[in-house]
């Protein structure tokens, strides 16, 4: 069948894709922006890329209108514009008003269980989408779900922090908050075992594991699985404000992140109970073992996804990467420094390690100075990482700077950075002719732009100075 998958480069969509491909589907990616896009899609005769911006009608007209099945992935958990609930709404009726045009039979939507009488507005909004996704000419299947288990995914790697960074919490009480949480795996199988099953259509299904535990459970269990012992006590007398401060003082989420989540953890998460697992022969991971599973991708370094590569992570970019990939020169500042390289080889290996727990190979501690800095001041700081170990792609996040674009063939790397600035900066590793180029570049944002790059230039050249030395010398 031919089935297009809508938030192709998020962390559902990224890991259902090659799903389906094995299970000899050919597969449409809708992306924003195809740079995004995973480099080998292009060398896949069952993937096709195409470029389709929701909340622009005019772009829709480059899905091919012979799908079979559509996968509406497109969420959002931002609370970064004011107005995202009729952006979502917007999103959904584009979405179907296309797909009414195509030969589709089956849209599938996973949304977020809605049972609690009271409800946060992102799950409000995703209860409305499924309201609005609903069609005459086609069928829909929606599967909710709670908390999703998984490497690299927000849930996990917010928990994960937490346990490994503190002995002894005082935490909110919403940490006694009810929920069922499903492994990204149970995810996956409900969502491509239900592409053509007729007995699904026009049907909706909360999905979940096997048991109810609140966050406090979920901590404890996961600290068990991690051989810690933690130690938690629940206040009545943290606000909202101050428990989105918690999260992201102490975890790698952003504030605006972490306000959202705090926003939704408050309720109730669980299921109505259906037979929908003994249809599609799911039997649901427990919690424990969704955690050890986790680990066992991390420590095999194949985590296909992850949320902090999402846009949300941060924020910042909300525009197609074309816009930054050309690195402005009219009213900018730029370090240049160029170094002939020994081995070709294992420099394009260093830079493409670079960043993360690997370091910035000279004056790490400057580096990880400038991301406490940045904390300090509501940026998102060192604490993402990167998803790979030496792997990089556009769109993922390293540290606090942005994959703009990473070709190893081209021996080009583009970072772009996010850390709180009075301008923007660039930076850029590129060689040619056996010569390393690394240049950064700043463009600055009025009179503190100029003061902010005159300030740290003593700092930058010695890190750059040392860093492109570090890089070469192999």
Same mark, same amino acid.
């Given at each position: 069948?031919?089935?297009?998958?809508?938030?192709?480069?998020?962390?559902? *969509?990224?890991?259902? $894709?090659? @799903?389906?491909?094995?299970?000899?589907?050919? +597969?449409?990616?809708?992306?924003?922006?195809?740079?995004?896009?995973?480099? %080998?899609?292009?060398?896949?005769?069952? @993937?096709?890329? +195409?470029?389709?911006?929701?909340?622009?009608?005019?772009?829709?007209?480059?899905?091919?209108?012979?799908?079979?099945?559509?996968?509406?992935?497109?969420?959002?958990?931002? %609370?970064?514009?004011? #107005?995202?609930?009729?952006?979502?709404?917007?999103?959904?009726?584009?979405?179907?008003?296309?797909?009414?045009?195509?030969?589709?039979?089956?849209?599938?939507?996973?949304?977020?269980?809605?049972?609690?009488?009271?409800?946060?507005?992102?799950?409000?909004?995703?209860?409305?989408?499924?309201?609005? &996704?609903?069609?005459?000419?086609?069928?829909?299947?929606?599967?909710?779900?709670?908390?999703?288990?998984?490497?690299?995914?927000?849930?996990?790697?917010?928990?994960?922090?937490?346990?490994?960074?503190?002995?002894?919490?005082?935490?909110?009480?919403?940490?006694?908050?009810?929920?069922?949480?499903?492994?990204?795996?149970?995810?996956?199988?409900?969502?491509?075992?239900?592409?053509?099953?007729?007995?699904?259509?026009?049907?909706?299904?909360?999905?979940?594991?096997?048991?109810?535990?609140?966050?406090?459970?979920?901590?404890?269990?996961?600290?068990?699985?991690? %051989?810690?012992?933690?130690?938690?006590?629940?206040?009545?007398?943290?606000?909202?404000?101050?428990?989105?401060?918690?999260?992201?003082?102490?975890?790698?989420?952003?504030?605006?992140?972490?306000?959202?989540?705090?926003?939704?953890?408050?309720?109730?998460?669980?299921?109505?109970?259906?037979?929908?697992?003994?249809?599609?022969?799911? #039997?649901?991971?427990?919690?424990?073992?969704?955690?050890?599973?986790?680990?066992?991708?991390?420590?095999? #370094?194949? $985590?296909?996804?992850?949320?902090?590569?999402?846009?949300?992570?941060?924020?910042?970019?909300?525009?197609?990467?074309?816009?930054?990939?050309?690195?402005?020169?009219?009213?900018?500042?730029?370090?240049?420094?160029?170094?002939?390289?020994?081995? &070709?080889?294992?420099?394009?290996?260093?830079?493409?390690?670079?960043?993360?727990?690997?370091?910035?190979?000279?004056?790490?501690?400057?580096?990880?100075?400038? *991301?406490?800095?940045?904390? &300090?001041?509501?940026?998102?700081?060192?604490?993402?990482?990167?998803?790979? &170990?030496?792997?990089? #792609?556009?769109?993922?996040?390293?540290?606090?700077?942005?994959?703009?674009?990473?070709?190893?063939?081209?021996?080009?790397?583009?970072?772009?950075?996010?850390?709180?600035?009075?301008?923007?900066?660039?930076?850029?590793?590129? @060689?040619?002719?056996?010569?390393?180029?690394?240049?950064?570049?700043?463009?600055?944002? *009025?009179?503190?732009?100029?003061?902010?790059?005159?300030?740290?230039?003593?700092?930058?050249?010695?890190?750059?100075? *040392?860093?492109?030395?570090?890089?070469?010398?192999?």
């Amino acid at each position: 069948m031919n089935i297009l998958v809508t938030g192709a480069t998020g962390y559902i *969509g990224k890991r259902l $894709i090659p @799903i389906l491909i094995n299970e000899g589907h050919h +597969v449409v990616c809708a992306v924003r922006d195809t740079l995004r896009a995973d480099k %080998n899609y292009s060398e896949e005769d069952t @993937i096709d890329v +195409v470029e389709a911006d929701f909340l622009k009608p005019e772009t829709l007209g480059n899905i091919p209108k012979d799908i079979d099945i559509a996968y509406y992935l497109i969420h959002s958990m931002s %609370n970064s514009v004011n #107005n995202f609930q009729i952006l979502e709404e917007q999103c959904a009726i584009n979405f179907k008003n296309y797909i009414e045009s195509t030969k589709a039979k089956q849209v599938i939507y996973l949304s977020g269980i809605t049972n609690d009488k009271k409800l946060s507005k992102h799950l409000l909004s995703r209860k409305n989408i499924e309201t609005i &996704l609903r069609s005459k000419i086609y069928a829909t299947t929606t599967f909710k779900a709670g908390i999703i288990v998984g490497s690299g995914s927000s849930s996990f790697e917010i928990i994960r922090d937490l346990v490994e960074k503190l002995p002894f919490m005082i935490t909110p009480k919403w940490l006694n908050t009810k929920t069922q949480p499903l492994a990204v795996r149970d995810v996956l199988s409900f969502l491509y075992k239900a592409a053509g099953n007729k007995a699904l259509f026009n049907k909706s299904f909360d999905v979940f594991g096997p048991e109810i535990l609140t966050y406090k459970d979920m901590l404890l269990q996961f600290a068990e699985v991690r %051989n810690l012992k933690r130690y938690i006590l629940t206040v009545p007398v943290m606000t909202p404000k101050l428990s989105s401060y918690w999260l992201y003082f102490v975890t790698s989420t952003s504030y605006k992140l972490a306000a959202s989540l705090v926003d939704s953890m408050g309720i109730q998460i669980v299921g109505k109970p259906s037979d929908i697992n003994k249809q599609l022969g799911v #039997n649901p991971l427990t919690y424990k073992q969704a955690v050890k599973l986790a680990f066992e991708k991390i420590e095999q #370094n194949s $985590i296909i996804s992850s949320w902090k590569d999402s846009m949300v992570s941060s924020g910042m970019l909300h525009n197609s990467f074309y816009k930054y990939i050309n690195v402005p020169t009219f009213g900018c500042y730029t370090d240049y420094k160029a170094r002939k390289v020994k081995n &070709l080889d294992k420099t394009i290996d260093k830079i493409w390690k670079i960043g993360g727990t690997t370091g910035w190979y000279y004056g790490t501690y400057l580096w990880k100075l400038r *991301g406490s800095i940045d904390k &300090l001041f509501g940026g998102i700081g060192l604490r993402r990482g990167r998803t790979h &170990l030496y792997e990089l #792609n556009t769109g993922d996040a390293l540290d606090f700077w942005r994959v703009i674009f990473a070709d190893k063939p081209q021996k080009k790397l583009l970072l772009y950075a996010e850390m709180k600035l009075p301008g923007e900066a660039w930076l850029e590793f590129k @060689i040619e002719d056996n010569v390393l180029k690394q240049t950064a570049t700043f463009r600055p944002r *009025g009179i503190w732009g100029r003061l902010y790059w005159y300030s740290v230039l003593p700092f930058h050249g010695l890190i750059f100075r *040392g860093m492109i030395n570090k890089l070469v010398d192999v």
